[in-house]
């Protein structure tokens, strides 16, 4: 399977589905989508794309994170984030 390669805004990206977020460094870190929780352990690397929660741990990379949020496949999720980055 082919995928073009894109220059994707990670933050953009994340930041679409996730409301409350703060960035440390390169990271962004908040509450976790995947499950209920109280102190963020949810991190997602801005430049590489992919996250870690350290709570539930759930990882992956952006086209993952997108196809489990939306519960779709991964090349349905690339080409959401191929719309959402403009």
Known sequence: MYYKKINID??????????DYKIRRNE???LCPFHEE???SFNANLESGLYKCFGCGAKGNVTTF???????????????IERLNG
């Open 10 to 19: 990670y933050e953009k990206i994340y930041g679409y589905y996730i409301d």
């Open 28 to 30: 962004l870190i908040c």
């Open 38 to 40: 109280y102190t963020p």
């Open 66 to 80: 997108v196809a489990e949020i939306e519960n779709i496949t991964n090349k349905e999720a690339w080409k959401k």
